[in-house]
Structures are given as structure tokens and as C-alpha cells.
């Protein structure tokens, strides 16, 4: 299409606000190949031999590599001298603090494309990327919820279907009454019943961090389930997710990591602490947005990171506003 940069692959993060915004960028290339992947993946260089110059990578990390950049997290934009060296190389960066990289491509994109479809699933991508859901409506679980939980590497074939199905124009409502997306919308509704009692058991509040242990169980969770659940006992959470024999690059089994949350169910929640300075301080590779981010647990282990980040954590005042 006139004007865009040329793209014949994307590679883009398998959570919701990632599969819109490529649904976005399909919708102008119904022929491009997507990938998607994990910034874990792209930092590891795993995803390199996806990526040079006809590649569009959004929601993820920046690499240097790619054609077009898209993207919103603070840590995962290219320093000045990145992108003057970048764009100098026939590269295209767009990265804009939005609520979600979903609506940097919808808002790049709607001028030339009819993306009406997706008006009315785009406010809650932001939401819930953004930490703007409220805590009614996360308890309430509708089914959009459900599908963002639906949405993993581990089920690529419900990825792809549901690409799919957006990028060719269908609205949210037909989405949601399809049969096979209904079968993994009713599972995430399962599964959040099992990551409700494991939070229940397995995390302990400290000094207003609630910490929740998800290792080597098999399930994973966002920060809503977890703040919830803290109430106003908790200004943050940090979960660990993982196996100690894991891997990135196995979503059945991945390796040890751990994903702060600000809880943005209480007053001034969301802006109180830049969490991204503990994803980076034993993590290099970790990152994400000041109120929700992650990293790898590092070689000493996970009662090892912890302490570390306790310690920051108790200093919070001086070290994270």
C-alpha cells in the first residue's frame, strides 16, 4: 500500500495488545507471514533469522535489523543514536508512549485502512495494557478478558486463527461466537479459576510487595489476579513464573522469570514507582513499561533475586519514584 514501508513479515508479542496491532499491520499486507515470539526471544537473538528488512517487529523489543519499528515501552525504545543510525539505514521507527502498541498501528494505519472492526475491542487493548481496567470490571471477567488470557505461544494455532479472523475484518462480537475460539475462551475461564487458588496459597505481602510464587506450577498470571487479591495491602506484586529446567524457547516449559505489577486498583497506583528499574537490575535484557514489566531470574536463583529486589524495594522512596 502507498505510503507504508514494505513489509513481508511480522514479528509481534503473543499477548493481545500484540496480536491487534499486528492484525493491524496484516489488514495492509494480507500476504505477510506473522510471528510471534516474546521479548525475551528477540533479546536472546532467537528471533534474529525472522528479522532484516522487509520484517515489521511491534510490541517487542527493538532490533536494529528490521525494517519497521513500532512499539510504546519506555525501556524497549532505541536511543537517539539507535534510531539516527536506524532510520540512516532505510529503517522506519514509529514509537510513541500510547496505552498500547495496538493503537500506535491502529492510529498509524486507520487514515488509509477501514479498521471500524476493531473500534470497539481497541479501548479495552488499551486498558488492559495500560492497567486502566478497573477492578470491577476485571472481577466481572468478561469475555474479552478471557480471550487476552486465551493467547499464548504455547497454543499457536489459536493465535494464528484469531489473527486471522481480525485482520480479515470480522467484528469482536463474530470473533466471540466462534466455535473454536470459543473452546479457548471457556479454557482461559478455567484457568483462572487454578491461578486464583494458587495466588490464594502461594503469595505473601512484604513491606506492601505482594510476592507471588508461580514456579514450577505450570500456571501463569498477570498482576490483575494478583492485586486483586492484595487489595490495599499492596502498592506492587511481583510474580515468578517458570520452570527451574526451562527455557525461552519453550512455552510448554519456560525458565524461571519474574513480571512486576503496580496496583492500579488503588489511588495513584500506576504512577507511584518505576517498577522497570527492578525488571533491569540484575536483568540487562528485562524491561517493559514503568508500572508493568519483567525479567529473568538470574543464575543465583530465585531467593537470591528476591532479596535483591526487596532490598531496592524497601529503598523505594529514593531508588523507584
Known amino acids: 500500500m502507498a505510503g507504508l514501508p514494505n513489509f513481508k513479515r511480522i514479528v509481534a508479542d503473543s499477548d493481545l495488545d500484540g496480536l491487534c496491532a499486528a492484525a493491524v499491520l496484516k489488514a495492509a499486507n494480507p500476504n505477510a507471514q506473522v510471528v510471534f515470539a516474546h521479548a525475551a526471544l528477540v533479546r536472546s537473538g532467537a528471533m534474529d533469522s525472522y528479522i532484516d528488512e522487509n520484517t515489521a517487529i511491534v510490541d517487542l523489543p527493538f532490533h536494529e535489523n528490521c525494517g519497521w519499528y513500532i512499539d510504546h515501552h519506555q525501556t524497549n525504545r532505541p536511543s537517539p543514536k539507535q534510531e539516527e543510525e536506524f532510520i540512516a539505514r532505510g529503517g522506519v521507527c514509529h514509537w510513541e508512549a500510547t496505552p498500547s502498541a495496538a493503537r500506535l498501528a491502529y492510529d498509524l494505519l486507520s487514515p488509509v485502512l477501514d479498521l471500524d472492526h476493531l473500534n ?4 479495552i487493548v488499551d486498558a488492559l ?60 475461564k478455567s484457568d483462572r ?53 526451562g527455557a525461552i524457547e519453550t512455552p510448554d516449559r519456560p525458565a524461571l522469570s519474574a513480571s512486576f505489577y503496580a496496583n492500579s486498583f488503588i489511588e495513584n497506583g500506576q504512577d507511584r514507582y518505576d517498577l522497570s528499574r527492578l525488571a533491569t537490575s540484575l536483568d540487562p535484557t528485562g524491561g517493559g513499561h514503568a508500572n508493568a514489566c519483567g525479567c529473568r531470574v538470574s543464575a543465583a536463583g530465585i531467593e537470591s533475586d528476591l532479596r535483591h529486589w526487596l532490598d531496592i524495594w524497601g529503598n523505594r522512596e529514593s531508588l523507584l519514584r
Not at 215 to 242: P, Q
Open 120 to 123: 470497539e475491542i481497541m479501548p
Open 129 to 188: 495494557d495500560s492497567g486502566g481496567i478497573s477492578k470491577e470490571d476485571f472481577l466481572a471477567d468478561g469475555k474479552v478478558l478471557q480471550l487476552s488470557r486465551s493467547l499464548s505461544l504455547r497454543h499457536p494455532e489459536h493465535l494464528q486463527n484469531v489473527l486471522n479472523l481480525l485482520s480479515s475484518g470480522l467484528s469482536l462480537k463474530d470473533l466471540l461466537q466462534d466455535e473454536k475460539i470459543s473452546q479457548h475462551v471457556d479454557r482461559a
Open 193 to 245: 479459576i487454578l491461578a486464583q487458588k494458587i495466588v490464594e496459597e502461594n503469595t505473601m505481602i512484604v513491606d506492601r510487595l505482594a510476592i507471588c510464587r508461580m514456579d514450577e506450577k505450570g500456571v501463569r498470571s498477570n498482576g490483575y489476579l494478583v492485586t486483586a487479591w492484595a487489595g490495599e495491602d499492596a502498592d506492587a506484586c511481583c510474580i515468578i513464573h517458570g520452570y527451574s529446567d
